[in-house]
């Protein structure tokens, strides 16, 4: 193969028709590729030997990279006969794809059924990871694809090899890099040796081959300085999976974690779906901040690995899109269903498996406050026009607002039978596109019911409940009745109404408590339940057990709400000689920076503490302080936070403990008394040197009521009751609310 490298360049010319020719259904259905790789120079020479199933007489559009060159392609119309033509091509370049190409063959030259196209071309790929643009992380760091010496990382987006949108393709992969490499793509890696003379021209290359046994949408190569670590595992039925861990040097020591945390959520998910698709599973540590599943393995970014990331949302979440994404795949440009049942498996799901039910409570919380905090109505769209997460609010509807549907999906068919559907999906789509049509059929089929209502009101249309309690009372019975007491009342729905169940819990006399269920369906719905003892509080769906919105004022206070806040105010309250160099004003650099694209109007106020202390007028504030302010500080915390927060000489009281020493720092938030709605947050440190963690990582701490730091570590946590609640109490009497 040496003697193809670059010793023919390929002379393309653009092609004109009379009459413009559609695009075909063709797909290429096996790559086999040789690529060497040099990291020094970003750089890679290629060679793709390409099975496609062509569609006769119609032209065929090819992607790459436009930093590639085509340098020769040849066609064969079978695989023992080679026609050997250099093609005349039409080459474009989309002005809105400007990194990449389209080469098209005529469709003189596309005769239909098994076509074999080789290609060869060489090129550079240098997108430098860069961190997103959003005030708190939700995605990975962006990047087309990199070659370089800090790693590689070529995916789908980078656009390394030829391809069809929606091929479905097998891949033989021969990779070849510089010595103390190591290659890591999907399937399995069949041998790896000196690459020979006669294909490496450079001395000191090692070859890779890797090989997939099952199809897959794209082909995703990483390369690095690894230490592989490797054992055999058996599930509790028996399936034998190959699992790994490929960690750079210094995170070496941490192999045996990530494996035997694979082992146990491999074991789960099989019980639950079925056998796992692949015949391997590695653990790939990256150069950049990520988070992604790909089949057979998943690429961590090096700070996710160092904190031990082997959390159901972390590590369990890319063991799920195995099954979910990986092997059942999904046209996210006709709505993404992946990533919510993939979040209501791993992130959720996970707990109530597992037996800890606060915790999946607690998860389910979670997943209503981020939606109803970063959702607002003005700014909802259905969650079947989800594709992929760009920044909070995507992530809202695409992954906790879905998570939330297939949660009430499972409580509308039942427990057997939701999950009998989900390992009817994996094994009738296995290898396959499904899209939500198909997941609902596959559910109303296994529950024998009809549940087109359903999808239009969860997937296609726009929304959740609003609901409140009204008109509540509690009637004593005679005494010579079966129950003491009766209480009824009403939910009101306001806007869009919805149709859902909805259990009420109801608290009585004797310490005891009582499930009401009911299913709400119009703009108010009546309730009555007979009672044993007397009620005293009654409280809408405490478990957070369905979909639906939450007022700002009703959840704990968070720094959340101040990010959500449509108006918001920041209080420099350093005081000292040295606060131009305080870390807190890169905390103000970074919203500076988020606003910049805003209009003049709707950006953050910035401005200093006055010796009142009075708050801006309208909307949440966040203040950045420290000890020169504590006189004026407290009283204003005192009116918001009562008796929660005290700012002592040499330290801080929380939820009554003390906290004291230079290295202490504290995040805290209240509703605002007079803007229950708004929030006030207090960033608060003893010192400039135990402010600059808290600085910099301040946002990833979005759903905490607060946050103790001592040195920069958080070591204590904890979320206040919300000031407002859906909770009713009665009084004495007959108590009508």
Known sequence: MAALWLLFCLTSSVLTTATPQPFSASVISRHDLFVQIDPERHALLAADRLTIEAIPGRPLRLSLAGTLHLDRLVLSQSSTEDIGRDLALQIEHEATAPFGQYITLPA?????????????YHGVIDDPPKEPRHLRFVTPSETAGHIGAEGVYLSSETQWYLDVPESLSRYRLRVALPSGWTAVTQGQRRSSAPCPAEL?????????????????????LVANRFVETSREWSSS??????????????????????????????????SLLGPYPFE??????NFFASGLGMPSFTLLGSGVIKRHYVQ??????????????????NRVDRGNWVEGLTTYLANYYWHEWSGDHAQARDQRHLMLRGYSLHVPPERDYPLAQ??????????AIGYQKAAMVFHLLRQEVGEESFWRSLKTLVAQYRGRYADWHDVERIFAETAAKDLRWFFAQWIEDTGAPALTLKNVTAHPLPRDADARFTLSGSIAQTGHVFQSPLPLLVRMSNGSQHLVSTQVSGADTLFQSALPFKPLTIELDPEAMVLRRLARRDMPPVLTHYVTDTNRSVILALGGSDTDRHPFQDVVKRIRSQDAQK???????????????????????????GPASRLTLQPLLSTHCGTRLQLRDGGVTVAGKAYDGPGIALVASCHREDRPGSVVTSVYALTPQSATTVARLLFFYGWNSYVVFQDGKPIAR??????????????DAQSVH
Not at 108 to 120: D, E, F, I, K, S
Not at 202 to 219: F, I, K, P
Not at 280 to 285: L, Q, Y
């Open 108 to 120: 003189a030259l596309v005769t239909g059924g098994a076509m074999t196209l080789t290609a060869h």
């Open 200 to 220: 490496c021209r450079e001395a000191g290359l090692v070859l890779a081959e890797w090989e997939t046994a099952e199809v897959s949408e794209a082909l995703t």
């Open 237 to 270: 039925g028996g399936q034998s999976v190959r699992l790994a861990t490929y960690l750079f040097p210094e995170d070496a020591g941490l192999a045996d974690e990530y494996l035997e945390a694979t082992a146990r959520y491999l074991d789960a998910y099989i």
């Open 280 to 285: 391997s599973f590695a653990v790939v540590e």
């Open 312 to 329: 159901p949302y972390a590590l369990g979440h890319e063991i799920v899109h195995s099954w979910i994404g990986n092997s059942v795949f």
């Open 386 to 395: 989800f594709t992929r997460k760009q920044d909070e609010r995507d992530n």
């Open 599 to 625: 209009a003049p109007g709707q950006r953050t106020a910035i401005m200093t503490l006055a010796e009142n202390a009075l708050l801006p007028g309208e909307g949440s504030v966040l203040i950045l302080g």
């Open 718 to 731: 904890g979320e206040w009751d919300a000031q407002h609640s859906q909770e009713v109490s009665l009084d």
